[in-house]
T-cell receptor, first 110, second 111 residues
Framework: RKEVEQDPGPFNVPEGATVAFNCTYSNSASQSFFWYRQDCRKEPKLLMSVYSSGNEDGRFTAQLNRASQYISLLIRDSKLSDSATYLC???????????FGAGTRLAVHP | NAGVTQTPKFQVLKTGQSMTLQCAQDMNHNSMYWYRQDPGMGLRLIYYSASEGTTDKGEVPNGYNVSRLNKREFSLRLESAAPSQTSVYFC??????????FGAGSRLTVL
């Protein structure tokens, strides 16, 4: 089993739609969680950290469920510019080791 | 402020050739990483360096060596390239604010 697993995608949604991605992780001792965004043929960039109480940044909401070991990302009012691959990232315990999920591709169409 | 700079951006090698990917960061970060990214596999950790003078294996270290030359630089070496090492390689450094900053990537093709 992979340490970090994501919805395979791709998600094809119209502009204005709400879309949600899930990610599960296997190491219950994981300490920190993040969502990164990667545009085609570019490097990943931090979208947002995921806090225990859940957090929101504009149209983006991240949630963490430690008991079930999953995190989620909700995007409201999708824009064409949201088209990208979204990577779930989990930081392990003890040292700064970050494990990436395979990514979920989102395509927003007019 | 350049962030993380890696070179070369593109490289084509023949099987058995060697090469070194260079990475430098100017953010005074302690931790640095090398990942490879293949279609459908996501980013996989090759090696990381928690601080100057230390290196540790990640998920897929076979066929690679690394050097943490100083706090700024972390290089990745392929001693004898194989077609299975065709990939996009990303160097990254990690801030105390838990932000991983990536270089622009190096596309390597091994024929």
């Amino acid at each position: 089993r992979k340490e970090v697993e994501q919805d395979p995608g791709p998600f094809n949604v119209p502009e204005g739609a709400t879309v949600a991605f899930n990610c599960t992780y296997s190491n219950s001792a994981s300490q920190s969680f993040f969502w990164y965004r990667q545009d085609c043929r570019k490097e990943p960039k931090l979208l947002m950290s995921v806090y225990s109480s859940g957090n929101e940044d504009g149209r983006f909401t991240a949630q963490l469920n430690r008991a079930s070991q999953y995190i989620s990302l909700l995007i409201r009012d999708s824009k064409l510019s949201d088209s990208a691959t979204y990577l779930c990232v989990v930081k392990g315990d003890g040292y700064n080791k970050l494990i990436f999920g395979a990514g979920t591709r989102l395509a927003v169409h007019p | 402020n350049a962030g993380v700079t890696q070179t070369p951006k593109f490289q084509v090698l023949k099987t058995g050739q060697s090469m070194t990917l260079q990475c430098a960061q100017d953010m005074n970060h302690n931790s640095m990483y090398w990942y490879r990214q293949d279609p459908g596999m996501g980013l996989r950790l090759i090696y990381y360096s928690a601080s100057e003078g230390t290196t540790d294996k990640g998920e897929v270290p076979n066929g690679y060596n690394v050097s943490r030359l100083n706090k700024r630089e972390f290089s990745l070496r392929l001693e004898s390239a194989a077609p299975s090492q065709t990939s996009v390689y990303f160097c990254a450094s990690f801030s105390q604010a838990n932000v991983l900053t990536f270089g622009a990537g190096s596309r390597l093709t091994v024929l």
